[in-house]
Nanobody, 122 residues
Framework: VQLQASGGGLVQPGGSVRLSCGAS????????IGWFRQAPGKEREGVSC????????YYADSVKGRFTISRDNAKNTVYLQMNSLKPEDTAVYYC????????????????WGQGTLVTVSS
């Protein structure tokens, strides 16, 4: 079982990008899903998580007010809309299933995607 993260790229500071997380042979709608990121030389950190019904969400303090997580279970896809991007947001972004929204930490990730690189630079 593997998730697929996509949508990364090079974006200027202050810009926006939307990441997508899907799975070709796996149904996401019964799972809480999280977005995580890992910058060079740093530990993987939880960015945002969403419950299976989208009724609950979590955001790391560093992204509150700038990032929005959402899901479309009909499309089997979870999104991360990233606005007002900063150079410190540069990282490989991963999606993974998590037990519950309140456990939006790397060690609780179960099924992982391969990651997509977001580079914020002028």
């Amino acid at each position: 079982v593997q998730l697929q993260a996509s949508g990364g790229g090079l974006v200027q500071p202050g810009g926006s990008v939307r990441l997508s997380c899907g799975a070709s042979a796996f149904t996401l709608d019964s799972y809480a899903i999280g977005w995580f990121r890992q910058a060079p030389g740093k530990e993987r950190e939880g960015v945002s998580c969403i419950s299976s019904s989208a009724g609950s969400t979590y955001y790391a303090d560093s992204v509150k007010g700038r990032f929005t997580i959402s899901r479309d279970n009909a499309k089997n896809t979870v999104y991360l809309q990233m606005n007002s991007l900063k150079p410190e947001d540069t990282a490989v972004y991963y999606c993974a299933t998590v037990p519950v929204v309140t456990k939006c930490r790397y060690e609780y990730g179960d099924y992982w995607g391969q990651g997509t690189l977001v580079t914020v630079s002028s």
